[in-house]
């Protein structure tokens, strides 16, 4: 169902329930507005013929009762007066109905002949008479409803033209979620721009608000798989053409050692193509991640401990010592949270960068800090150009004989953002080898 017919259906049932509430309410209003009127039109009477039974004369009015002729009757009105011992002094028409209360005063209910009636007694000083005046209920109650009936014949009468009003103004109402729906159902694939939502509606804004941040969210995460299919298809381009030459010589080798140096180029281009592959997968999965999904008290030496042993063999290929620091007594390492694999991997690009450029028998040093995890190697200082341009996707310093593709950094500076951690590089105190620092901004 259509938003546009529930609300309509919703305003169908809701009209005819506040119609009904507010002709209850009026038909009370106007009825404690028709009781007043009239209890005090009685009140009037009543008081008007005390004042005039005071001045007869008592003994001429005492003799025979006084019947009001057809022609002075008071409309809608009933009027009776008896004396001391009973006796009717004054009546009308009507007001042969009323009965005789001798110790009533002020306005009492009664059914007289079957039907509902008011009447207000009024005693005399000395008690010395009784005046009655009466009306029926019912001849209240039909001004009652006309005075309803004319209020509701109208409402009635301009039903069809609220109907129209209201499906006009919730079609107009819903006007911006029609345009909304148009320009979406316009817009091509890769239109990834946002809604403007300053002029929209308070209660679609949030909409356009959560699909635009959809839209940021997803343009964010195309420009990632393009950028690693860039990246991708730039890095494999070389590699794939230095082992399709490596192939051809294998292939062309006339002697077993032709073949064997051959094929051991190829061997080390397949490993920097696995390498490649790996450290690119890596690197897009964790750019694709906005936060961690778990963080929990890092285990050091834990962590040390895997990441040292995974690069021990390279450390032995290269003759080089691994070497891990801890704080001196009464101190403790940084007491930070994260995801204990990620940070493996961070700490493994640190040692692995290091061993791989650090001069062969040198050490490689993990010291832990207080405030901070450092990783140094005793190599050349690298110049302050090289050191800004760490981090760089597939940046690597000239003359470099190991192999890597120059992806180690970005990955290990990624898994320090989303840790909420700062990676810098610097050279030592005394002016010599690289050092990356951990730390909190």
Known sequence: MSLRRRLLIYLLICAPLVWVGAAWVSSSRARTEVNEL??????????????????????KSSATPLVLSPETDLEDLAIAVWDHQGKVLLTDREGTQLPLLVDAVGFVEMSLQNEPWRVYYLQAPKRE????????????DELVWGLVESQLLPWLLTLPVLLLAMA????????PVRALTL???????DDLHAIPSERA????????QAMNGLFGRIDATLARERRFTADAAHEFRTPLAVLSAQWEVLQGARTESERAQAAGKMSAGMQRMTRLVDQLLRLSRLEATDGLTRAEPLDWRVLAEHSMSDTLALAERRQIDLACEWPPELQTPPDWQGDGQLFAVLLRNLLDNAVRYAPEGSTVTLRLTPTSLLVDNAGEPLPAEQLQRLGERFYRPEGQTELGSGLGVSIAQRIAVLHGLVLTYHSRADGSGVVAELTLP
């Open 129 to 140: 008479w009784l005046v009655a005046a009466g009306q029926k209920i019912k001849e209240r």
């Open 38 to 59: 009239f209890d005090t039109e009685m009140i009037r009477l009543s008081l008007q013929m005390q004042a005039t039974l005071m001045g007869l004369d008592r003994a």
């Open 201 to 208: 509606p308070a209660e679609i804004r949030p909409l356009l």
């Open 183 to 189: 320009e979406l159902q316009q817009r091509t694939a």
């Open 168 to 175: 006009w103004a919730v079609r107009r109402a819903l006007s």
